[in-house]
């Protein structure tokens, strides 16, 4: 049969009801969020720190989604490019094989830059 053993708060050495979502202590009852987060906490500095990861991660998370929109508006003036290319070779350079291979590259640049523009909005929609 398998014994179970409590776990002590590093600060009080008394039954923990949690670990510290930053540095992993035992945390009780007593010294459980004393900066008044919505994570358990063991401390306010573990508080400060929680808060400055969380405006980081949003940071990065808004620049990703500015560079999806970047990567979407080129993909669609390549393609745009791309098809342009293949009707201007169809009338200058009637060489089956360019034309296709234009015309191909246009529509999946233009495929790729609708992604990146959904990837892009769904990201932005996140809180």
């Known amino acids: ?36 987060t919505p994570r358990l906490v063991c ?4 508080a400060a720190a929680l808060s400055r990861n969380d405006q ?7 620049k990703a989604a500015q560079n999806a929109q970047a990567s979407a508006f080129y993909c669609y003036l390549c393609g745009g490019l791309s098809l342009g290319a293949a009707v201007a070779a169809y009338f200058v350079l009637p060489l089956p ?17 609708a992604w990146y523009g959904w990837t892009a909005r769904r990201h932005v929609s996140r809180p």
């Open 56 to 62: 980081i991660l949003q940071l990065l998370l808004h």
């Open 97 to 113: 094989f360019l034309i296709y291979f234009a015309a191909a590259s246009g529509i999946v640049f233009i495929l790729s830059g």
């Open 1 to 36: 049969m398998t014994q179970f053993q409590l776990v002590k708060c590093a600060e009080h050495q008394a039954e923990a009801i949690g670990i510290c979502a930053y540095c992993g202590r035992a945390v009780c009852a007593g010294c459980a969020n004393p900066a008044g």
């Open 43 to 46: 401390s306010p500095e573990c």
